[in-house]
């Protein structure tokens, strides 16, 4: 079964930044997607950023485009979330996700079956 392991997350000031990576434990294929959601406390898990597998097109939620950047390393099966110019109401537990998904699927969390374990991210004012 896949298993996605995260790490990158800590504690930073606004207007920092950090980089998140998840590793899996199989190969991805191309008929997979992979992705980033968050949650805050007292917070329904939302979308941060999705990657298509079979040709890395990424998608960001309103809120973190332009600030974060999803990339990949097919050899090594992961992938990285950078998040710049960190703001406080980014603080979450992120989480990565991988599925055999497309289209708006990929933007929900009821779209993946595989979860890590998440990590979490504090922005101080």
């Known amino acids: 079964q896949l298993q996605l392991v995260e790490s990158g997350g800590g504690l930073v000031q606004a207007g920092g930044s950090l980089r998140l990576s998840c590793a899996a434990s199989?190969?991805?294929?191309?008929?997979?997607?992979m992705s980033w959601f968050r949650q805050a406390p007292g917070k329904e898990r939302e979308f941060v950023a999705a990657?298509?597998?079979?040709?890395?097109?990424?998608y960001y939620a309103d809120s973190v485009k332009g600030r974060f950047t999803m990339s990949r390393d097919t050899a090594k099966n992961t992938v990285f979330l950078q998040m710049n110019s960190l703001k406080p109401e980014d603080t979450a537990v992120y989480y990565c996700?991988?599925?055999?998904?497309?289209?708006?699927?990929?933007?929900?969390?009821?779209?993946?079956?595989?979860w890590g374990q998440g990590t979490q991210v504090t922005v101080s004012s």
């Open positions: 990657m298509s597998w079979s040709n890395g097109h990424t």
């Open positions: 996700a991988a599925d055999v998904v497309a289209g708006v699927l990929m933007l929900r969390s009821d779209g993946y079956d595989y």
């Open positions: 199989e190969r991805i294929f191309n008929n997979h997607a």
